[in-house]
C-alpha cells in the first residue's frame, strides 16, 4: 500500500538493500536474497515464539499494553508526522490503534517497521502484536496472517495529470505507464488486466512526481492515498470515479484466535457507536462507502495457504527469469559506459593537462566517495526536476551505473598503466612514436590486459549492485523477488529460485572472463 | 655526424655529466667504457632526449637541440628518428611477434603500408639470424634472441646512428656472441655506432675509438689498443687492472 512519503529515499527492507560500493569488491557470488535468508533464519531462530506460551491474547491483556507494528514513513492520512510537529505522531490509524487498545481497556504501543516487512516479523512474533498498516484484506494477505473485520473501506483511484482531459479510466490508457505501489491490490489489478505498462514503485510520492513531469500518464492507487495528494494540487486530478472497493484489516499472528476474536467485536463495537466515523471525519476520510463497515459479515473463506515456490516453479521461474533479463542488459549497458569513460577518464587523469587532469580527479573522488543510490535518485528525479531532464527510468538506471563504476573502473586502468614498466614507453619514444600514439599502441594493450581481472570481478559485482535500481521503479531479479515473496511469504523457496539465479549469472560472467583472461594470457605469451 | 657540446646533466648536487663534448664522425663506431654509475646510461640518453639535460648542445646528423631552453616535441622526435636505440634489458613490446616488433616503428611512426615494410622486416630478421622467429613472441625468444629483434627494430628506422646501451650485458655468457657478431657486421657495413659497455671482447672487435668516462668528463680517448692496453690515465689503468 504506501511506504516513505517524505524521507530521502524509500529504503527497501534492511537487508535487501544492496551494499554500498565501497564494498562491493568481494567477488564471491553471494546474492543478496541470501543475505535476507540468513536474516530471516537468525531472526527465527533468536525471537522465535515460545511453545510454552499460554495464548498471545493473556501476554497483552496481562502486559496492559497492544503493541502494533507499521512503518513511520508511511504518510498521509495513515501516520505521518505533522509539519508544525515533526516530533509527533498522527493519523487515522493512529488514532484507530489508539481506540482500539481503549476499547480493550489496554493501552497502546506503536513499533516501527518497515513495511515490507510487516507480515513477516508478525509471523516471527516478539516486536509487536498486531499489524495495522492499511493491509488489504485480500487472499494474498489472508494466506500470510489472520485478518480481522474490516476497519476501513478503500477503493482504486485512477489519478492523471489535470490537462490529460481525455482520460476517464484504464480503458482510455492501453499500452501506457501506469504507476502503482509494489505488491498492493492496485499492483494486482493492473497485472489481472494486463493492458497498461506498469510501472513499480516502493513509495506513494515519486509517481505522483513522475506523473506531473510525464514520465507516466496515471497512477492508480487507494482512495486514502489520492485525496490526499489531490488536496491542493492542481497539476493532477482523478480521473473517474474510485471502483473495486477493498477493506482495510487488522492482521494478527496465525492461529491466535482468542486475539482475533477480542479485536473483531472492539472494531464492531467501534463501528456501531460512531468512533470510527469520528475518526475518519476528523481527517476527511468518511464516506457513504464506510456504511460498508457495518454490513460486513465474513465470506466463507478459501484461504490459500503459503505457497512454495519450489513446487510451483513453474510459475515462478519464469517471472524471475524475466526480471533478470533487465538485471543483465541493465548491467551490460552500466558495464559498457562504465568501461569507455572510466577509460577515458584514466587516459586523461594520467596523460592529460593540468585542468583537465583535475577535472577527471575530482569526478572520480566524487562518484566513488557519494552512495550510488544518491547517484540514481539525482540523475533520475534531480535532473528532471531542476533541467526537466526527462531520462527513463532503464536510462536512468545505465547511466547511474555507468558512471559511479567508470570512476572505480578508471582506477583500475591507471593501475594498469603505472604496472607496465617505465621501458616500454621509452622503447616508443625512442623509435619516434608521438605520446599518444605510443599510448595506444603500446602502452593500453598492455595496461588493459593488466587491469582485466579487476575489470571483470566489477563486472560480476554489477549483477548485484544492479539491484538498487529499483528505487526508480524498475523491477529486476530482486525486486521481482521481493515483490513475490511478499505476496506468497515464500521467501525462503523464492530466495533460493532468486539465488540460483543470480549465482547462474555471475558464474557465467566469471566463465566468460576467466576464458578471456587465458585467451589474452596465451596471447601474451 | 655526432656532434656534442658542453652537454651537463645533474640530479640534485650530483652532476653525472659535467661539460661534456664528444664529435664522431659518420660510420665511426665509438665505444665508451667506464665504472658502473659514472653516467654512460644517462650521456645516451640525453643524446636522444629520453633525459632532458640541463644545458648543453646536440647535433645528430641534420637536427640540433639546444639544450638549454626548452626543447620543441617534435624536435626532440626529430633527433629520435636519426639516433636509434638499443636497450640493456630490450624492452621489446611483449604483445606483439617478433615481425610485429618491427614492423611497428616503419608502420605507426613512419605510416608506411605494411606490404611495403614487410619484406624489408623479414630481411631484417634475416640478418640478425633470425627468420625462423618472425611469428614468436618476445617470451618464447631467448634473451639473445631478443636483443637481436630489439637491434632489428632499431635498424627498420633506417636511422642515422645507434646509440647502443650495454647490449651485451643481460645476457647468459653463452649468449654474447650471437648479439656481438650482429654488431661486428653492422660496424663492419659502416653503420655510426655509439656504443656502451663493459665487454672488452665487444669493444676491441668494433671501436674505431674508446672513450673512457669518468667523474663526468671523458678523461681518455684513443685506439683500442692505446686505451685498453696502453691506458695513459690511472683511473682507466685503474678500472682495467680489475
Ligand atoms: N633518475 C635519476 N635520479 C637520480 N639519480 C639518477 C637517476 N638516474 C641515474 N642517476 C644517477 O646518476 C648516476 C649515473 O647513472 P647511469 O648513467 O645510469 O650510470 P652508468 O650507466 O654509467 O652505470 C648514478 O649515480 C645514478 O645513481
Ligand atoms: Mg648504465
Known amino acids: 500500500m504506501r511506504t516513505g512519503p517524505d524521507s530521502v529515499g524509500p529504503l527497501p527492507p534492511a537487508g535487501v538493500v544492496s551494499s554500498p560500493p565501497e564494498d562491493r569488491r568481494p567477488t564471491t557470488s553471494s546474492s543478496t536474497p541470501w543475505l535476507v535468508l540468513l536474516l530471516w533464519l537468525v531472526a527465527g531462530g533468536m525471537i522465535g515464539r515460545s511453545p510454552l506460551r499460554a495464548d498471545l491474547w493473556d501476554d497483552v491483556r496481562s502486559r496492559g499494553v497492544l503493541r502494533w507494528g507499521d512503518d513511520a514513513e508511511g504518510g498521509a492520512p495513515y501516520l505521518f508526522h505533522p509539519e508544525d510537529d515533526p516530533t509527533k505522531l498522527v493519523g487515522f490509524e493512529v488514532d484507530f490503534a489508539a481506540a482500539l487498545a481503549t476499547r480493550l481497556e489496554i493501552r497502546d504501543q506503536f513499533v516501527q517497521n518497515n513495511w515490507d516487512m510487516l507480515l513477516p516479523a508478525l509471523r516471527q512474533g516478539g516486536s509487536f502484536d498486531i499489524v495495522i498498516a492499511g493491509l488489504e484484506r485480500t487472499p494474498e494477505n489472508l494466506a500470510k496472517a489472520d485478518l480481522s473485520r474490516p476497519y476501513f473501506v478503500f477503493a482504486q483511484q485512477l489519478v492523471v495529470r489535470a490537462a490529460d482531459t481525455g482520460i476517464r479510466s484504464l480503458d482510455d490508457l492501453r499500452g501506457r505507464p501506469v504507476g502503482v505501489l509494489s505488491a498492493t491490490a492496485s499492483h494486482r489489478l493492473l497485472e489481472r488486466r494486463g493492458t497498461v505498462e506498469i510501472r513499480v514503485y516502493q513509495d506513494n510520492v515519486n509517481y505522483f512526481r513522475d506523473l506531473e513531469v510525464g514520465r507516466l500518464d496515471a497512477v492508480l492507487t487507494d482512495t486514502p492515498i489520492a485525496q490526499v495528494n489531490l488536496a491542493g494540487n492542481e497539476k493532477l486530478r482523478a480521473a473517474g470515479p474510485p471502483f473495486e472497493p477493498g477493506y482495510y484489516a487488522v492482521a494478527v499472528p496465525p492461529g491466535e484466535t482468542n486475539l482475533l476474536a477480542r479485536i473483531d467485536q472492539a472494531i464492531l463495537g467501534l463501528t456501531t457507536n460512531g468512533t470510527l466515523q469520528q475518526i475518519y471525519t476528523r481527517y476527511g476520510l468518511w464516506g457513504a462507502e464506510q456504511e460498508g463497515l457495518r454490513k460486513w459479515t465474513a465470506p466463507a473463506q478459501v484461504i490459500r495457504r503459503q505457497r512454495s515456490a519450489l513446487r510451483e516453479w513453474k510459475t515462478y521461474l519464469p517471472m524471475l527469469l524475466r526480471a533478470a533479463v533487465t538485471t543483465v542488459w541493465v548491467t551490460c549497458g552500466g558495464m559498457t559506459l562504465a568501461v569507455i569513460w572510466g577509460l577515458a577518464l584514466a587516459i586523461v587523469k594520467q596523460y592529460g593537462p593540468a585542468p583537465l587532469r583535475w577535472s577527471a580527479t575530482a569526478y572520480i573522488e566524487v562518484f566513488r566517495g557519494t552512495p550510488l543510490l544518491l547517484q540514481i535518485y539525482f540523475i533520475y528525479f534531480g535532473l528532471a526536476q531542476q533541467l526537466g531532464l526527462k531520462l527513463s527510468a532503464g536510462l536512468a538506471a545505465v547511466l547511474a551505473l555507468g558512471l559511479n563504476y567508470a570512476a572505480t573502473e578508471a582506477e583500475n586502468y591507471r593501475a594498469g598503466l603505472l604496472a607496465v614498466p617505465r621501458g616500454q614507453m621509452e622503447a616508443a619514444l625512442a623509435l619516434g612514436m608521438k605520446r599518444r600514439v605510443a599510448l595506444r599502441r603500446v602502452l593500453l594493450p598492455q595496461a588493459l590486459r593488466i587491469s582485466l581481472p579487476s575489470v571483470t570481478n566489477d563486472f560480476i559485482a554489477m549483477f548485484k549492485d544492479s539491484s538498487i535500481v529499483s528505487v526508480i521503479a524498475l523491477v529486476e531479479l530482486t525486486k521481482e523477488y521481493q515483490i513475490r515473496a511478499i505476496d506468497t511469504g515464500d521467501y525462503l523457496g523464492l530466495g533460493l529460485l532468486t539465488a540460483g539465479i543470480y549465482f547462474a549469472m555471475s558464474w557465467t560472467a566469471s566463465l566468460g572472463a576467466r576464458r578471456l583472461e587465458r585467451f589474452l594470457q596465451h596471447d601474451h605469451r | ?242
Open chain 2, 1 to 242: 655526424m655526432i656532434t656534442v657540446e658542453k652537454l651537463s646533466k645533474a640530479y640534485g648536487d650530483h652532476r653525472v655529466l659535467d661539460a661534456v663534448d664528444h664529435r664522431q664522425e659518420r660510420s665511426e663506431s665509438v665505444v665508451l667504457i667506464g665504472p658502473s654509475g659514472c653516467g654512460k646510461s644517462t650521456f645516451l640518453r640525453c643524446l636522444n632526449q629520453l633525459e632532458t639535460p640541463d644545458a648543453g648542445r646536440v647535433t645528430i646528423d641534420d637536427v640540433t637541440v639546444d639544450c638549454a631552453r626548452p626543447v620543441e616535441r617534435e624536435l626532440q622526435r626529430q633527433l629520435r628518428l636519426r639516433a636509434g636505440m638499443v636497450f640493456q634489458q630490450f624492452h621489446l613490446f611483449p604483445h606483439r611477434t617478433a615481425l610485429e616488433n618491427i614492423l611497428e616503428g616503419p608502420m605507426h611512426v613512419l605510416g608506411r603500408p605494411r606490404s611495403e615494410v614487410e619484406p624489408e622486416a623479414l630481411d631484417l630478421l634475416a640478418r640478425v639470424g633470425l627468420s625462423d622467429r618472425a611469428g614468436h613472441r618476445p617470451s618464447q625468444l631467448s634473451g639473445g634472441q631478443q636483443q637481436r629483434v630489439a637491434i632489428a627494430r632499431a635498424l627498420a628506422m633506417k636511422p642515422r646512428a645507434l646509440l647502443l646501451d650495454e647490449p651485451t650485458s643481460a645476457l647468459d655468457p653463452e649468449l654474447r656472441e650471437e648479439v656481438r657478431d650482429v654488431l661486428r657486421r653492422l660496424a663492419d657495413e659502416g653503420m655510426t655506432m655509439l656504443l656502451v659497455t663493459h665487454d672488452l671482447q665487444l669493444a676491441r672487435d668494433v671501436a674505431d675509438r674508446i672513450l673512457f668516462f669518468h667523474g663526468g668528463h671523458i678523461v681518455e680517448s684513443g685506439t683500442p689498443d692505446e686505451v685498453l692496453d696502453h691506458p695513459q690515465h690511472p683511473r682507466t689503468q685503474e678500472f682495467l687492472g680489475q
